[in-house]
């Protein structure tokens, strides 16, 4: 499976400010997700990530607020804009292969003060 | 929005023990993963079942599939006190470009 890798792994950050998570993937994949845990809470996905084109946002996310880019196969960007406590969550990248299989990054766990 | 609900919300057992696990969804899928995930960390994966699929065995996971009922089980038998996690499942629907919807969750508890 492709092993996946996120920076920063945490972060604290005030209000207001913008916080950019990076995934990196160790060989070229078709799809990239990027998908947000707030605490105690299940998965919910922000966005596909796509490839030279804008990323897909799902109802509820947009880019103003979760600009995404996706330069090749194997990178991608989550930028978390104007943060508010609510914004604090983990946010994780997945990939997926061609077996179908979705594998998740380790995450990276962000608190807004 | 959640695709599946997942039964029960927590469960405590004793090393040994099996532990069942169950999800319910809502649509028709193309596939179902389940993932653990321990104290907040990355997701792990277990296993895929496609919708053509009825049961699944990896290790000491086995995994089964109604479509239609439209759920599906976790099994964990023997368990250890390493199994303490929470357990997702999460569909792929049937036209929905591949994406991932996760249920509610179940927080395994095994103890010594």
């Known amino acids: 499976s492709a092993v996946i890798s996120q920076k920063p792994s945490r972060d604290i950050c005030q209000r207001g400010t913008s916080l950019t998570i990076q995934c990196q993937v160790d060989?070229?994949?078709?799809?990239m997700f990027w998908y947000r845990q707030q605490p105690g809470q299940s998965l919910t996905l922000i966005a596909t990530a796509n490839q030279g084109s804008e990323a897909t946002y799902e109802s509820g996310f947009v880019i103003d607020k979760f600009p995404i880019s996706r330069p090749n196969l194997t990178f991608s960007t989550l930028t978390v804009s104007n943060m508010s406590p609510e914004d604090s969550s983990i946010y994780l990248c997945?990939?997926?292969?061609?077996?179908?299989?979705?594998?998740f990054g380790p995450g990276t766990r962000l608190l807004v003060l | 929005s959640q695709q599946g609900e997942e039964d029960p919300q927590a469960l405590s057992i004793q090393e040994g023990e099996n532990a069942t696990m169950n999800c319910s969804y809502k649509?028709?899928?193309?596939?179902l993963q389940w993932y653990r995930q321990n104290s907040g960390r990355g997701l792990v994966h277990l296993i895929l079942?496609?919708?053509?699929?009825r049961e699944k065995h990896s290790g000491r996971l086995r995994v089964t599939l109604d479509t239609s009922k439209k759920s599906s089980s976790l099994l964990i038998t023997a368990s250890r006190a390493a199994d303490t996690a929470s357990y997702f499942c999460a569909t792929v629907v049937t036209g929905g470009g591949n994406k991932l919807t996760f249920g509610t969750g179940t927080q395994l508890k095994v103890e010594l």
């Open positions: 060989s070229q994949v078709t799809m």
């Open positions: 649509t028709s899928i193309n596939n």
């Open positions: 079942i496609r919708s053509n699929e």
């Open positions: 997945s990939v997926l292969e061609l077996s179908e299989t979705q594998y």
